[in-house]
């Protein structure tokens, strides 16, 4: 009797079935991994976008306050405003001032010097950057959105240099000499809706 060579010869079904078991299993296998990555992705990738949002708002304020130069305005209706002023109601912003861009200055060989308010938009902060330091009636700044999920934002001042107290508004008097006038030391707190606090201190370089 004759024996037969099973050299050459094809999967029988039994082992075509193993395989097809064994490739669903490892497809589903690496399908479940890839989504819980994708999920962790997702995720993940809103919570960077809010820290990065952070950060870009802490170093503008740093930097916007660090670089506060005495330099008053004019309103559109001419009356003289502070180098650096809060607001004194819920229509004005919650801090106006004067800065110097030295590195724009260092290259253009002049003062580049321009004006900016921050304000409290419902849960979001806003700076604005005007075109010109004294505004027109027709003039209307820049609006950057910066931080959304804020309930506050706090200033404090260093008023004086012999017994120096913190007050919560500036400039710290009405008279006109108070209109270039500069804190040696300036607390802002952010408080968010999620009930965190950040705080910093600066000591703007122009007071120093």
Sequence with gaps: ???????????TLLEVLVAMAIFALTSWLAYG???QVLMGREMLLPRLAEQAALVRTVTLLSNDFNNLVPRSIRDPLG??????????????????????DAALALL???????????????????????????????????????LRGVRSFGLRFMAGRVGSSWVNYWPPSANDNALEELPR???FTLQFTDGTTLRRVLMPAAAR
Aim: charged share 25%; proline share 8%.
């Design 33 to 35: 991994g890839l989504r």
């Design 185 to 187: 030391g300036i607390e």
């Design 79 to 100: 009356t003289p405003v502070a180098a650096l002023r809060t607001g004194a109601g819920t229509s004005e912003p919650l801090v106006s001032l004067t800065r110097v």
């Design 1 to 11: 009797m004759r024996r037969l060579n099973r050299k050459g010869a094809g999967f």
């Design 108 to 146: 253009a060989a002049q003062p580049a010097l321009y004006r900016l308010d921050y304000r409290l938009t419902q849960d979001t902060l806003v700076r604005e950057v005007w075109p010109v330091l004294d505004p027109l009636q027709n003039t209307k700044p820049n609006r950057q959105t910066l």
